[in-house]
């Protein structure tokens, strides 16, 4: 049932933009859950809350008691944090009234259910949902898998050599190319920036082939993110997925962040088997809205 206009009033008066002042107020909510908020905190840690160097607005839910408890990033992505029911019908009001600006919706699973519920009628159709996605964490290297002592850390002057397979595992991944639009600028600056900050990992051929590649994407205090997890097809089934991440998880474990996460599409079984076999287990799960 829609709300009427008193609970849409109250719901708005209840939210606000954030900015400098609320800086350790929105720091604290982040903390709270590491692992689930990686994404948003580690934007948040690194350049505050200014929407410009941002790249978005965040939105901020206050309890009856004035405390602020739940966050929404409203930037490339719609993010969720710490978002109970009343924040959900909230944050989904203001995002209705503002019309959709995101390429997709990102969060944990069951809020992010609630806010889609909300918002499918203004803003769908969506090209996918995929509405399970667990969250795995690991804060001990693997016992099981031996690290593949050939995956590194890629070097500035192999971006050129890496980008293909970029591309080839977000358009896998995602379902259309990052060169479309502006021909893959924004993409291509995002790659050069992980490698350039020794978070992009790869194992190379003798030929210079790109045989397998994830980068840490997300890095706070408490806890780093994996992502885009790739092998190239015509070696897969060799097990580099499952050796190549015990080498990232170590690497990361000893040099990034003491719990190292990432999520997976519940569908793909072999990548949630590699993953389990390495030391992840599942610690929630998100859900993804793909427009």
């Given amino acids: 049932m829609l709300p009427g206009p008193f609970q849409v009033a109250r719901a708005l008066a209840a939210t606000r933009v954030l900015d400098a002042p609320d800086l350790d107020d929105a ?22 809350l200014d929407p410009w160097r941002l790249g978005g607005e965040m939105w901020g839910w206050y309890g009856e008691d004035g405390r602020l408890e739940s966050l929404c990033y409203a930037g490339a992505n719609l993010v969720l944090v ?15 009234r503002q019309g959709r600006r995101c390429s997709s919706i990102v ?4 809020p992010t259910a609630d806010l889609w519920a909300l918002l499918e009628r203004s803003w769908g159709p969506a090209r996918d949902v ?10 001990a290297p693997s016992v099981e898998v031996e690290p593949d002592p050939l995956v590194r850390r890629v070097r500035r002057n192999e971006i050129e050599t890496l980008m293909p397979a970029c591309v080839a595992m977000f358009t ?20 050069a920036e992980l490698v350039s900050a020794g978070r992009s990992f ?13 980068e840490v994407g997300a890095v706070t205090e408490g806890a780093c993110q994996i992502q885009g997890v790739w092998v190239a097809p015509e070696h897969r089934g060799r097990g580099l ?30 990548a949630r088997a590699a993953y389990k076999r ?8 998100f859900m993804s809205v793909l427009f």
């Fill in 241 to 270: 997925s499952k050796t190549g991440m015990a080498a990232v998880l170590d690497i990361a474990l000893r040099e990034v962040a003491p719990v190292v996460s990432l999520y997976v599409n519940d569908f793909n079984l072999r």
């Fill in 107 to 110: 969060g944990p699973a069951g």
């Fill in 27 to 48: 720091l604290e909510v982040l903390h709270r859950d590491p692992v689930a908020n990686a994404f948003v905190a580690t934007r948040v840690e690194a350049v505050g």
């Fill in 82 to 96: 710490n978002a109970g029911p009343e924040a959900v019908r909230a944050f989904a009001e203001r995002a209705r």
């Fill in 278 to 285: 390495v030391g992840f287990t599942e610690v929630g799960a």
């Fill in 202 to 214: 790869a194992r190379f051929s003798e030929d210079g082939e790109v045989l397998f590649k994830a």
């Fill in 172 to 191: 896998e991944e995602v379902g259309i190319s990052p060169l479309a639009g502006d021909g893959g600028l924004l993409y291509q600056a995002r790659v």
């Fill in 130 to 139: 995929r509405a399970h996605q667990p969250l795995m964490a690991a804060s």
